[in-house]
């Protein structure tokens, strides 16, 4: 029941991209600069909470009751009237912060002579991935751009077949990890943020070359906890038609236990991790 277009080889669902050949256009003549950061994952990996930590530490240690994609706007959803004035991409001064799904492959890199924009990559564990893609994906369903099959077979269609919105999970993450040591690069992980959220802000923040003192670190830290982020939803809901969804849910490690039967597993362990052995990505599924 999901509906999607076809742009440079992703599928992207049609409410965030109406007009494929539009954002095409848009991605493929898009003018990257020096300052600009993109946040990048796989959808349902941590995109939100990367997108509020950086935009913390750009200001300090802020906290703002300002929508977030006004703030850290969404690459794909540029070209959607839903978005309305803040959508031009191409206005926004620098320092440019953008959230984007794209694969490694597609994402605007600029020249190749030019300074290099900055990419912050998150994954997550693709099981904990494949139920927060579900429950977000069924309460799309409800006004018609989203899923409305059953659990079991969810896990297997966004691994698997190209059915779901910006393609295969596998294909995705690795495509990115094989650049995690580009010097423009930074590639994290869910459950490290999860583990030790101040470490990994103060990494960014190095990684973005914008040092913060503790006091700030544990500042953004409080903020960006699930228990602070969760204090002002309005902030991060997503707008479609007359509709409109929480991206925070649970926030946690471990939840697709409560959905996977024990064949599932298996099956997941045998299609979808088997592709990832040999790479030395590996995952928590639990903390
Ligand atoms: S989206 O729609 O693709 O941009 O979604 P994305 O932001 O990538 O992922 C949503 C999941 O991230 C969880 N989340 C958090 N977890 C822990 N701490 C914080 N602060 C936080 N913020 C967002 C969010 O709850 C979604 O995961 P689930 O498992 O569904 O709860």
């Known amino acids: 029941s999901e509906k999607y277009f076809d742009v440079l080889g992703m599928k992207i669902p049609v409410f965030v991209a109406p007009n494929p050949k539009l ?5 493929s003549n898009f003018q990257t600069r020096a300052e600009d950061v993109f946040v990048v994952t796989y959808p349902k990996s941590g995109t939100i909470w990367m997108q509020e930590t950086i935009w913390q530490i750009y200001n300090n240690g802020e906290n703002t009751s300002k929508n977030i994609f006004e703030r850290v ?9 839903i978005l309305g004035e803040f959508a031009d991409i191409a206005k926004v001064p620098s320092p440019r912060l953008m959230k984007s799904h794209l694969s490694y492959s597609i994402i605007p890199k600029g ?5 290099k924009c900055k ?4 994954a997550r564990n693709p099981k904990d991935v494949a139920v927060s893609y579900f429950h977000f994906t069924v309460s799309l369903a409800s006004f018609g751009n989203g899923y409305n099959g059953p659990w079991e077979i969810f896990p297997m269609l966004y691994c698997i077949s190209l059915t779901v919105g910006w393609n295969k999970w596998n294909d995705h993450v690795l495509g990115w990890w094989k650049h995690k040591d580009d010097p423009n690069v930074l590639f994290l992980k869910y459950e490290d943020l999860k583990k030790d959220l101040p470490s990994q802000v103060r990494l960014t923040a190095n990684f973005l070359n914008k040092p913060l003192s503790e006091d700030i670190i544990n500042r953004i830290t409080e903020q960006c906890s ?3 982020m969760t204090k002002d939803l309005s902030r991060y809901m997503v707008h479609v038609n007359e509709s409109q969804t929480s991206i925070l849910r649970k926030g946690v490690v471990g939840d697709w236990k409560n959905s996977f039967t024990p064949e599932l597993n298996e099956r997941f362990e045998k299609e979808v991790l088997s592709k990832i052995e040999g790479t030395r990505l590996e995952f928590d599924f639990e903390l």
């Open 23 to 27: 954002l095409s256009d848009v991605i």
């Open 119 to 122: 990419y912050i990559y998150i």
């Open 226 to 228: 699930f228990n602070g």
């Open 111 to 115: 020249s190749s002579d030019g300074a």
């Open 73 to 81: 706007p969404f690459l794909e959803f540029s070209t959607s009237p």
